[in-house]
């Protein structure tokens, strides 16, 4: 046993020192080049830092995008998903009533073209995109309230959309915040 | 949705394309041959003197496996104790609390045995300091662990007979200063210039458009995650995993990670090629490896992209197919792709929450962690493979009636009792866990713990039994992954699955490596047109018909009662 342990001893001091200290000490210093400063980028508006890029936000007004469901709220101290199962009887009722709701704040969509990402909440609770699709479908109802052109909106959707990687993987994207802070910008 | 699929040939395509030289390499460095990184050799030097290590003595297996279980033993001491006083020392900006006994147990344990299950949110449950200190820092050493117990089987493949497996520290120490901190680096580099964060500062608030105010939880996740992947752990800096977009920010985050988490099991088995110079057999293994992980993905990519039934039902549209639990930047092919990937192999970590999953896609899930050897963990994939191996040598042998032969040892019944016995005890913690958990579901549902029996499930029916199933089988495959619905931070799931947890990690270390050692010893008979020959089609055919009967079809029962069930109802 002792020929182990004072070997197992030692050398777990020496790895902690390599692999807690050392190692994230050297990330981090790097990090200080990177955007944000490995702090997190943040996003301002109107002179005041209004959240962090990759964070979503919650987006309920009828003024803006609304974002995803989310099962923490959007509020980034924590987390999660909804971790509902596909069969949950209470779940479906949930999905049912965001339809209904949808379709009382955007009465000229039909059921039918409702993106399901609109009614379902992510995995982090935090997500921060729309697909053009889920953006544009909402793009009717702002123009009404906002009384403005639905072409400048469609446009506003399209410069705010992010392509697939190089143009070639992954899904296109809308960052739901940027689209919002750009949305307050137009006049 | 062409470019989804464009995503995932790519990151599979890259994955193996790397792991072929990275494969060369690692060979390389356990072969004392020239390497790119001999540079560190004055680094490994200071290490083993400072460590008190003799890197020049030989071990046998035996000496090998004391020494493996000590160094974790005191990891695990040391671990526990960190996280039971967390709250009361430094680097702790948000006030987290200390974690309770049974959940210090489960989490030091979880991270010692390569899986990270996590019954506690990194945001809430854990401090700066325990982070890099506690979970960064086993994640290094239990990969470590994996890659240098693969590497005490190797001499049983080589023509000459042994008494000695070679220097477990050693294969230890060169697997991190090598292997492991090179790439993590590498990897968490790409992860802070995508915007993951890596400062001390502790969680920021902020006031939102909307004029919500919301904390942002932030900390040293960059160099932690880097090592998740690299080192198949999986244990998320943040509670969400890698859904998290702070953890996974972007498409390119994503297919790094994904390459990053699969890149070592693969390279794994060429690098066993090349050391024991036998290439066919490395490639019988792969083929019989990427076929089994080929039947779980493509099951699980057309039920996720065919959304949910039920959700059909209602009217709308699913272009993206099914999004419950999942994040719009990575789309359910590259969230169904990581699903499987991350489940055959042990990493664990998720971009999508797998609760929410299609049944189709569960089982699948399941299935990949039942059987556990479909690329499997750093090291411990193939170990796991190695005694499906033997079974299959010995089986073949008596169906063909020769004696049963392994690269020029005979397999006896002493090895054959070592292999059916870790296969065996498998299946026994994964359903024995699952009925004991249901029994107490069932009759002591107002039990006084933390969370009541009866508050365990976050879905009722098929898919709450499947949660029960799911947790345990994670746990056995030192996966980590799981069904995160299930309440699972109390006195019965942290100390039940903490136990499953050590014996799915030490037996299949131990099995394998006590089998290869007795085999090593064995007089050597050089092959000849009476050996069966263990690198061909023929003979990957019956290593797959003995995974498929050893797990698949043992766990049968239990897959009809959760996700098969479900499946049949929702349709």
Redesign the interface.
Known sequence: ?KT?????????????I????I??L???G??KL????????TVE?KG??????????????DR?FNS?PSAVE????????????????D??KM??AR?DTFLVHNPTVK???????L?????????????P??AKIQIARIAKVRSLPTERLTQLVDANTNG??L???????VNV?KL??AL?QLR | MF??W??IA?MYGLTVLLAIPLGKFIANVFADKPNLLDFMRPIERL?YR????DETQEMSWKASL??LL??N???LI?AFVLLLVQGSLPLNPDGNPSMTPDLAFNTAISFLVNCDLQHY?G??GATYLTQ??VF??LM??SAATGIAALMLIVRSFLPKSVDTVGNF?VY??KA??RIL?PL??VL??VL??N?T?????G??S?????G?T?????G?A???I??KHIGTNGGGY???NS????EN????T??AEMVAQVIIPIAMIFALGFLINRKKFALMIYGVMTIGVLMLLVPTLISELH??P??AR??????????????????PV?SGYWSILTTVISTGS????H?????VSGMMQLLGMMTGAFYGGCGVGILNFYYFLIIAVFISGLMVGRTPEFFGRKVEAREIKIASIVALVSTLLVKGGTALAAWLFVNYPEAAWTVKPSAWL???????F?EMLYEFTSANANNGSG???LGDNNFFWNYATGIVLLLGRFLPIIGPVAIAGLLARKKYVPESSGTLPTDNGTFGLMVFAVIMIITALSFFPALTLGPLA?YF??K
Do not use: C
């Open positions: 046993m182990n342990l004072i070997p197992a001893i030692r050398l777990t001091v020496v790895m902690l390599l692999t807690s200290v190692y994230p050297v990330v981090a790097i990090a990177a955007p944000g400063g490995g702090k997190g980028v508006a005041r830092v209004v959240g962090y890029a990759l964070i979503g936000q919650k987006f309920t007004d803006y995803r959007y509020n980034a101290a924590g987390s999660a998903g909804s971790n509902k199962g596909p069969s949950n009887p779940y479906l999905v049912q339809i059921k039918a073209d409702i993106p399901a990402e009614v379902t909440a992510s995995g982090s609770g935090l997500d921060p995109d729309l697909s699709a889920a697939p990687l143009g070639l993987f992954g899904p296109s994207t915040l919002n802070v307050d | 470019s989804e464009t995503g790519v290490i400072l460590g008190g290590v004391l020494a000590t160094i033993a005191v990891w040391y949110s945001e809430s890099l200190g960064n820092f290094f050493v520290y230890f120490v991190i200063t901190l993590s680096l968490s580099l802070v210039f915007g964060p890596a400062s001390f500062d969680k920021d902020v006031v939102t458009m909307q919500d919301v904390g942002v939880s932030r040293p960059a160099a932690m880097g090592i943040f509670g969400a859904a998290h977009p702070l920010p972007n498409y390119l994503n297919m959304g949910n039920a959700i209602m009217g709308v549209a699913q272009p993206t197919g099914a999004m419950e639990g999942k994040e719009v930047r990575f789309g590259a998720v971009n999508s929450m609760d929410s999953s299609m049944p976050n879905n009722p029916g098929y898919h709450g499947s069904f995160e619905g479900e109802s929702l």
